[in-house]
C-alpha cells in the first residue's frame, strides 16, 4: 500500500515537473516572439500638446531611460530654437538633455550609423518634410521619439505636426492647466500683439488656457 502510494506521489510530481515545463517553454517561446518582432522594428512616437504643457519634460524622460538602457540617442531641434541654449534641450525646469541644432529636417538623417533612438523636439518649428524623414528613420530600425505643439496661437494645427501624429505608431497629448479657470488647457493663448507664428517671447508672451477662455479672447 505504501509503495502504490508512493507510486501516485511520483507520478503526481513527475505530472506537476512536466506542466511546470511546458509554462516555462511557454514563456521563454512568447518572450522569444516578443523580442524578435520588437528587434528589427523602429516606430515614431509623438507627445504635443499646448505651451507650459510638460511636452519637452516627458520627451527628455523618455530621452533618458532609453540611455539608461544603454541605447545610442542623438537629440535634434531646430535651429530657430534659440530661446534658452544654443546646443540644449531645454524644458521650463531647466531639466535638460545635450541636442544637435540643425537649419533643416534633412540634416537629421546624416546621423550616426549605430543611433538607436532619435529625440526631436520643437518639431513644429520644422519644416514639411519632417514627417517623410521621421519614417525614413523608423524604417531604418530607429525609435524616433518627436515632441511638439500641435497648435499655434490661433489654435491652427502647427506645420508638420499633424502629418506626424498621423503617421506616428502613438501620440500621448498632454495637457497644461487654464490660467483661468483651472481646466486642462490645450491652446497656447497669445497674451502680446503679434501675428508671428514663431515668435518665441515664451512665459510672458502666452498662458495655456482651454477651449472656452481661449474662445473668450480677453
Ligand atoms: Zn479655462
Keep these: 500500500m505504501s509503495r502504490l502510494l508512493s507510486k501516485i506521489a511520483l507520478n503526481s510530481d513527475i505530472c506537476r515537473a512536466l506542466i511546470i515545463a511546458s509554462y516555462i517553454e511557454k514563456m521563454l517561446y512568447n518572450e522569444h516572439k516578443f523580442k524578435r518582432k520588437q528587434e528589427p522594428g523602429g516606430s515614431i512616437e509623438v507627445i504635443c500638446g499646448s505651451m507650459f504643457s510638460g511636452k519637452t519634460e516627458e520627451l527628455i524622460r523618455r530621452l533618458k531611460r532609453a540611455k539608461i538602457a544603454q541605447l545610442n540617442v542623438e537629440i535634434f531641434k531646430p535651429k530657430t530654437d534659440v530661446r534658452y541654449d544654443d546646443s540644449d534641450v531645454v524644458s521650463h525646469d531647466a531639466n535638460s538633455i545635450p541636442s544637435t541644432p540643425v537649419e533643416n529636417s534633412s540634416a537629421i538623417l546624416l546621423l550616426g550609423t549605430n543611433t538607436q533612438v532619435v529625440g526631436i523636439d520643437e518639431a513644429q518649428f520644422f519644416d514639411m518634410e519632417l514627417p517623410a524623414v521621421c519614417s ?83
Excluded: W
Aim: net charge negative; aromatic share 8%.
Design 136 to 218: 525614413q528613420l523608423a524604417n531604418r530600425g530607429i525609435r524616433v521619439i518627436v515632441a511638439g505643439l500641435d497648435m499655434d496661437f490661433q489654435g491652427k494645427p502647427f506645420g508638420p505636426m499633424p502629418a506626424l501624429m498621423a503617421i506616428a505608431e502613438d501620440v500621448s497629448k498632454v495637457h497644461a492647466i487654464c490660467l483661468q479657470c483651472g481646466a486642462p488647457a490645450n491652446h497656447s493663448y497669445r497674451t502680446v500683439a503679434s501675428d508671428s507664428t514663431i515668435f518665441l517671447g515664451e512665459k510672458e508672451s502666452y498662458e495655456p488656457r482651454c477651449r472656452d477662455c481661449f474662445n473668450t479672447n480677453s
